[in-house]
């Protein structure tokens, strides 16, 4: 079965810099759309970014957009968050996604499979 594993998560201070790796097992990464979520304690979760099979769609919130790269390395069935000048709203659960569909969405919906999370903790 297809299980997804996020790590990288900690405690960093406001302006610093985290990358969040989420590895694949149990299938071929490129046949699936990647995705990330997150969840802060009172808010809905919220889409952040996708990357498609090929990467050649990259979606990404406004929220996060200048300072959050998504990337993937089909190779080693892993895919990555890289966070930039992070912020104390940043502060959430980061869940990573992989859903059977050709181009990214920011839809939870288009998603079959999610991880365990990693929490990111942003301190002023």
């Known amino acids: 079965q297809v299980q997804l594993l996020e790590s990288g998560g900690g405690l960093v201070q406001a302006g610093g810099s985290l990358r969040l790796s989420c590895a694949a097992s149990g299938c071929t990464l490129s046949l699936y759309t990647m995705g990330w979520f997150r969840h802060a304690p009172g808010k809905a979760r919220e889409f952040v970014a996708a990357?498609?099979?090929?990467?050649?769609?990259?979606p990404i919130a406004d929220s996060v957009k200048g300072r959050f790269t998504i990337s993937r390395d089909n190779g080693k069935n892993t895919v990555y968050l890289q966070m930039n000048s992070l912020k104390p709203e940043d502060t959430a659960v980061y869940y990573c996604a992989a859903g059977l569909i050709i181009r990214a969405t920011i839809r939870a919906s288009g998603y079959d499979y999610w991880g365990q999370g990693t929490q990111v903790t942003v301190s002023s």
């Open positions: 990357i498609g099979r090929t990467g050649d769609t990259t």
